[in-house]
């Protein structure tokens, strides 16, 4: 389920439960495994009701929700309000349960003055825009049994903005892949190290005993600071092919995808990368993290995904699969990255070494039983699209997670958070109970499943795209549930029947609300202290870079690719060979549906083709024709076509059939 980012420590996390992409809309509960009590959010906030926020509006305490005491307030346009239809349907005898929804539902206002967004998060959608480089309350300290680490120097909160950075060196591959340490290497030689280059890479840790200590502040890390020496700078130290290399597999990050939800938002590809952060490289690792990152071509953007005080070490993950997983697994990858015991050290690693032996056994249980058994099984069945297996998969992941839970809660002497970093271990079962259950039981999947995933990816990965996915996915489920129950109301003809429907509607208020904290919390980790118009745009580029991802399986799953598709229109054989280029001002991103495109630019909803002839008899060019665009030729291979089909009527129904879609 974990996106893995090589063999070394990499790990930047993007996508640790793909599987839970798909939406589903569950309108009931039903429960198969007892689940304890959720872990409330640390540190959740409410949103100003204007925008736009940021990291002053951050240090104000969230004062209603899960976990708090103080006034209520409300967060209009995060939970679906009844207000409205509540009041129009009070009725004689109902109108107290009515009211109660209102009254939970309205606060006395942020008390916080808004004011102005940063400009650094202009780089979330503008694809001209380069954020220079920003070090905030951040510094360099020596750690004791680690050496050199960053500190925070000012207490801060989930989504304060810590550093942008450029990257020093930075490779772009293919969609979906992981370049190689070594491409970057051979990159940066043949474009040749400036002496400003070798001042930095020279403070980098390279595996030696000395570069843990090599003096480095963070403004001697800016590459600018030295450029002003120019390339005549002779005492800048040469820094060999060896050494380099060493430098890149200790210290470069690397990912199959660039951050999805701003890639699409810039009408960009999220290409795999792999680049080189000085200042990221000293932060040392924690398989609970505290921050988050985001990467949009070659600038990275940290932000705090939990509270912090003066002097707390920043902490990020150089797990990549494994970090789901035992803490055997765990150490066994850090150790064939050339860190042996350096996850043991770790909170959660320290944490599971010290728990009984049935609590270890347990975990270590539920990963063989994944990784053996469920994980090939779910495969075969998925791809025969059988559902009985996934039946007997069902109840398996209900058993073992009902072990698992079991284990953790007889453990004595442990704290809320700790049992949470326990189940961690076991997440990957989690996840396999939530998928099964959506499988099999598709409407009448319990919610509640997803919420606990949601839960343990707090502490797996905070603010990561794994977290802000799920924590959508569950919003949605929650505001379906709310708008069915306040459907449910509105129809309720009798009394009773209507002081029913009012309870659900309220108890479903409620969890909408909830659920609202918990995507407000994740996006906020990742993104920082945006406008609420930015937090609905975000939230809008993750639902299309999700369907994008789906269509993209499917696709590969069927052997297609992106730019090659053989289709059949009214009985003629058509092989599309390249792909039109919606550029220019009007361009609809991949994924908008016809309706989404007219709201983007365009207000034509025509379209046409024309079919001309191509200088091969068996081949035709074709150009789409679209107000507002600029597409292209795109040639498209008509085979076996019959003598009584009129070619242009049937490729315009084509085209007409998808408008506004691209591909």
């Not at 899960?66 to 005898?93: I, V, W």
């Not at 954020?131 to 500190?151: E, F």
């Not at 639902?543 to 994008?548: D, K």
């Amino acid at each position: 389920c974990a996106s893995s980012s090589s063999g070394r420590h990499l790990g930047s996390w993007h996508a640790l439960a793909p599987k839970q992409q798909q939406h589903v809309r569950a309108a009931s509960h039903h429960h198969h495994v007892h689940l304890p009590p959720l872990f409330p959010p640390s540190h959740l906030h409410a949103l100003p009701t204007t925008s736009p926020v940021s990291t002053a509006a951050a240090k104000a305490p969230r004062a209603g929700g899960s976990g708090s005491g103080g006034s209520k307030r409300t967060k209009r346009g995060f939970a679906r309000s009844s207000n409205q239809l509540a009041k129009k349907e009070q009725r004689r005898g109902q109108d107290q349960l009515v009211q109660e929804i209102d009254e939970e539902q309205q606060g006395d206002g942020p008390g916080v003055d808004a004011i102005q967004m940063r400009s650094e998060y202009q780089v979330y959608k503008d694809a001209e825009y380069k954020p220079q480089r920003w070090i905030g309350p951040v510094d360099i300290q020596n750690i004791p049994g680690k050496g050199r680490g960053l500190v925070v120097t000012q207490q801060v909160v989930p989504g304060d903005l810590l550093m942008v950075l450029p990257a020093l060196a930075f490779l772009e591959g293919e969609l979906g892949e992981v370049p190689e340490p070594e491409e970057l290497h051979v990159a940066m030689l043949e474009d040749g190290l400036t002496p400003a280059q070798r001042r930095v890479l020279d403070m980098l840790y390279d595996g030696s005993e000395a570069s843990l200590s090599a003096p480095a502040s963070m403004t001697t890390l800016d590459h600018r600071f030295w450029s002003s020496r120019g390339k005549s700078d002779s005492q800048a130290p040469q820094i060999s092919s060896s050494r380099l290399l060493s430098i890149l597999q200790n210290c470069a990050v690397a990912d199959g995808l660039q951050d999805g939800t701003c890639m699409t938002l810039r009408h960009q590809k999220p290409f795999g990368y792999v680049g080189l952060w000085p200042e990221l490289s000293l932060v040392n690792h924690s398989s609970s993290p505290n921050i988050s990152t985001v990467v949009i071509k070659d600038r990275m953007l940290v932000h705090a995904a939990v509270e912090m005080s003066p002097g707390d070490e920043l902490l990020r993950s150089y797990l990549g699969a494994s970090i789901t997983q035992p803490l055997p697994q765990r150490e066994a990858e850090l150790a064939e990255a050339g860190w042996p015991g350096l996850e043991a050290s770790t909170a959660r690693g320290a944490l599971e070494s010290q728990v009984s032996d049935n609590v270890r056994e347990v975990l270590q249980g539920a990963w063989q039983w994944f990784s053996q058994e469920a994980n090939p099984r779910f495969s075969q069945a998925n791809a025969a699209e059988t559902l009985g297996p996934l039946k007997e998969l069902l109840e398996e992941a209900e058993q073992i997670v009902s072990e698992v839970e079991e284990a953790v809660e007889a453990e004595p002497g442990l704290s809320d958070l700790q049992r949470i970093m326990l189940r961690a271990s076991a997440y990957d079962s989690y996840d396999m109970l939530v998928v099964t259950d959506e499988f099999v039981n598709q409407e009448r999947a319990n919610p509640g499943h997803l919420l606990y995933c949601l839960e343990l990816l707090r502490v797996l990965a905070p603010g990561s795209e794994s977290h802000t996915s799920v924590a959508l996915k569950y919003d949605s489920i929650m505001r379906d549930r709310l708008l069915m129950a306040e459907s449910l109301f509105k129809k309720s003809q009798s009394p009773s029947k209507r002081k029913q429907a009012a309870t659900i509607m309220k108890t479903c208020a409620k969890e909408a609300e909830l659920a609202g904290s918990y995507c407000l919390d994740a996006y906020i980790s990742r993104y920082g202290w945006v406008s609420v118009d930015m937090f609905e745009t975000l939230r809008q580029g993750t639902e299309v870079h999700t369907e994008a991802l789906e269509q993209m399986s499917i696709m590969e799953a069927q052997g297609l690719s992106e730019t090659t598709k053989d289709f059949s229109i009214n009985g003629v054989n058509v092989s599309v060979v390249d792909k039109v280029d919606l550029g220019g001002a009007n361009a609809v991103p991949s994924g908008l549906s016809s309706s989404q495109a007219t709201s983007s630019g365009s207000n034509d909803s025509r379209a046409s083709i024309q079919v001309v002839e191509a200088p091969s008899s068996s081949t035709n060019a074709v150009r789409a024709e679209k107000g507002g665009w600029e597409p292209e030729m795109v040639e498209a291979e008509v085979q076996d076509m019959p003598d009584n089909i009129n070619s242009d009527a049937a490729l315009t129904s084509m085209i007409m059939a998808g408008q506004g879609k691209q591909g």
